[in-house]
């Protein structure tokens, strides 16, 4: 079926194709193997168990599959889910069919990727562009005016990813106004970023830091450098996430700062809020999950925040 050609259903109470009984959440993620997302889906899997609630957890076979999460979307509505949380692959795309699920009564929760053109229940994530613009202004101190850097992009057809290039740019350019920015473009893939950056370390030797809007985009920055033959601190790498392999490759000396997500959080309290909702109860329409700033000397403590061993 193509269903389960393009869906990998990762965790569920109740399967897409079975019956879903009351007090079930659907929740639509982005994936099921990027670290990041595997504490994100960790937070939200926890919320439901404490919340006694059946978890309909399925996402896109890749990250920008817009038309999977589509079809996705529209048979939690057609089996009668309670309420829907999701993490839009495309801002836009997915608005028609929020409208369409908020139309019948079923609230939709929108987790770390916001919907442009359709009211949701509440949006629950970073505040990417508050976040970012802490990124580019500590990036900023890594270099000196005039060093030309990277910024590896995420999906702009998302709001994320907007947010956080816009963010990151404004504020570095503002403290390293003669610094060159060559992006790389990504669909938050993190084989596009090492390809991105090793073609152009290649081509430059004066790249003197690569910063990611998503820890994804590190890692495969970190894979490009050591094609090349480069060690850690070579190029000084930014992250954006907080992710567990990112936070090992700082305790390496390979990453210098990370903007971190409060990954279980957002999972967590996006949950919890569509649980809510699904019992008419108040739910604000913006919960702001945090971030912290890890750097080789704040990594212990973050570690120590969120678990990682």
């Known amino acids: 079926m193509k269903l389960k050609k393009m869906l990998s259903v990762m965790a569920a109470g109740a399967l897409m194709s079975g019956s879903v009984y009351a007090g079930s959440i659907g929740y639509i993620t982005k994936s099921a193997t990027n670290s990041g997302w595997m504490m994100i889906n960790q937070g939200a899997a926890d919320a439901a168990q404490e919340a006694g609630v059946d978890l309909v957890t399925v996402g896109p076979a890749f990250q920008g599959d817009l038309s999977s999460q589509l079809e996705v979307f529209e048979n939690l509505v057609a089996q009668g889910v309670d309420a829907i949380g999701i993490a839009p692959v495309d801002s836009s795309g997915v608005a ?59 999906n702009q057809a998302q709001s994320t990813g907007q947010e956080r290039r816009n963010g990151f740019v404004e504020a ?30 290649n081509s430059r ?25 480069l060690g850690a601190g070579d190029i000084k790498l930014v992250g954006f996430d907080g992710a567990t392999d990112a936070i090992e490759a700082m305790d390496k000396g390979w990453v210098h700062a990370d903007t971190a997500q409060m990954l279980y959080q957002m999972g967590y309290q996006g949950i919890k809020a569509a649980v809510a909702a699904s019992q ?22 973050y570690k120590d925040l969120v678990g990682i061993k």
């Open 205 to 229: 030797s004066d790249i003197k830091m690569v910063a990611n809007a998503w820890d994804g985009g590190t890692m495969g920055a970190k894979a490009a450098m050591e094609n090349l033959g």
């Open 280 to 301: 008419g109860k108040d739910v604000s329409p913006r919960i702001d999950t945090g971030f912290f700033l890890v750097t080789p000397s704040t990594s212990g403590a």
């Open 96 to 154: 028609p069919a929020v409208n369409d699920a908020m139309d019948a009564g079923i609230p939709v929760v929108a987790i770390d990727t916001g919907v442009s053109g359709a009211a949701v229940t509440s949006f629950v994530a970073t505040d990417n562009y508050a976040v970012a613009k802490v990124q580019g202004a500590v990036a900023a101190t890594l270099i000196n005016d005039g060093d030309a850097i990277i910024y590896v992009t995420g």
């Open 172 to 201: 570095f350019k503002t403290a390293r106004p003669n610094s060159e920015i060559l992006e790389v473009p990504t669909e938050w893939d993190s084989n596009q970023a090492q390809e991105g950056v090793e073609a152009i370390l």
